[in-house]
C-alpha cells in the first residue's frame, strides 16, 4: 500500500485547484483538516468520485462559494475532490482540467445603493 494519497482540493476564496498529497493510512481522516472543520458531508461527483465539503459551510459573511454542475445547492468552504472505495480516499481518476471543468466559483460582490435625504 501506498504512504501518500494524492487528492484534489478546490478553495474558493483564492480560487485555486490544485492536488494535495496526504497520508493514505489516515486520508479522509486529514480531509478535515484540509477544509477545516470538524463535520464533513460527502457529495457524489459521479459514479466514480466524490467531493467532501463542510457540512455547516453556508453561513454568514461568505466572501465565496462553490457552483457544482447539477448540484441544486451552493457549496461553501473548501472541497475535497479524491475517489472512494469503501472508507478509503484514493487519488481522482480524472484530471485536475477535467475535474475544474466541473465548478464555478463565485464571489459575490455587493453594489451599494445610496440615497439622499
Same mark, same amino acid.
Do not use: N, W
Given at each position: 500500500?501506498?504512504?501518500?494519497?494524492? &487528492?484534489?482540493?478546490?478553495?474558493?476564496?483564492?480560487?485555486?485547484?490544485?492536488? &494535495? %498529497?496526504?497520508?493514505?493510512? /489516515?486520508?479522509? /481522516?486529514?480531509?478535515?483538516?484540509?477544509?477545516?472543520?470538524? =463535520?464533513?458531508?460527502?457529495v457524489?461527483?459521479? /459514479? *466514480?468520485?466524490? =467531493?467532501?465539503?463542510?457540512? %455547516?459551510?453556508?453561513?454568514?459573511?461568505?466572501a465565496?462559494?462553490?457552483?457544482f454542475?447539477?448540484?441544486?445547492?451552493?457549496?461553501?468552504?473548501?472541497?475535497?475532490?479524491?475517489? =472512494?472505495?469503501?472508507? *478509503?480516499?484514493?487519488?481522482?481518476?480524472?484530471t485536475?482540467?477535467?475535474?475544474?471543468? *466541473?465548478?464555478?466559483i463565485?464571489?459575490? &460582490?455587493?453594489?451599494p445603493?445610496? /440615497?439622499?435625504?
Amino acid at each position: 500500500m501506498t504512504k501518500t494519497a494524492t &487528492v484534489y482540493l478546490l478553495d474558493p476564496d483564492a480560487g485555486t485547484i490544485q492536488t &494535495v %498529497e496526504i497520508a493514505a493510512q /489516515s486520508a479522509f /481522516s486529514q480531509t478535515y483538516k484540509l477544509i477545516g472543520c470538524q =463535520l464533513v458531508e460527502v457529495v457524489p461527483f459521479d /459514479s *466514480h468520485h466524490v =467531493l467532501i465539503t463542510d457540512e %455547516e459551510g453556508l453561513r454568514d459573511g461568505l466572501a465565496a462559494f462553490t457552483a457544482f454542475d447539477g448540484y441544486p445547492q451552493p457549496l461553501a468552504g473548501k472541497l475535497v475532490l479524491a475517489s =472512494l472505495d469503501g472508507s *478509503h480516499l484514493l487519488p481522482p481518476q480524472i484530471t485536475i482540467e477535467d475535474a475544474a471543468k *466541473h465548478f464555478k466559483i463565485c464571489k459575490p &460582490v455587493l453594489d451599494p445603493v445610496f /440615497s439622499r435625504e
